[in-house]
C-alpha cells in the first residue's frame, strides 16, 4: 500500500465475516468520512458493494424462491 499511502484506508478482520458485516463496515466508514468534511453521497458506497454482492451472487435470491 505504500503507493498510495496517505490515499486509501484498509478495513481488516479477525476471521469470517459476511456479506452483512462488510456492509455494515463501509456504513460504518462512510459515516466516519462525512463527519471528517469528505465529499461523497451517503450511501454510494454500500449501494456499489449491494450490487456488487446481488451480481455475483452463488444463487440470486429470485432464482432461490
Do not use: Q, Y
Not at 32 to 53: N, Q, R, T, Y
Request: glycine letters at 10%.
Amino acid at each position: 500500500l505504500n503507493k498510495v499511502a496517505g490515499k486509501v484506508f484498509r478495513i481488516g478482520h479477525l476471521g469470517w465475516l459476511n456479506e452483512v458485516m462488510v456492509l455494515g463496515s463501509l456504513a460504518a466508514a462512510e459515516l466516519a468520512l462525512l463527519d471528517c468534511g469528505v465529499d461523497l453521497a451517503p450511501g454510494s458506497g454500500v449501494a456499489a458493494a449491494i450490487e456488487h454482492f446481488r451480481r455475483t451472487a452463488a444463487m440470486p435470491v429470485a432464482e432461490a424462491a
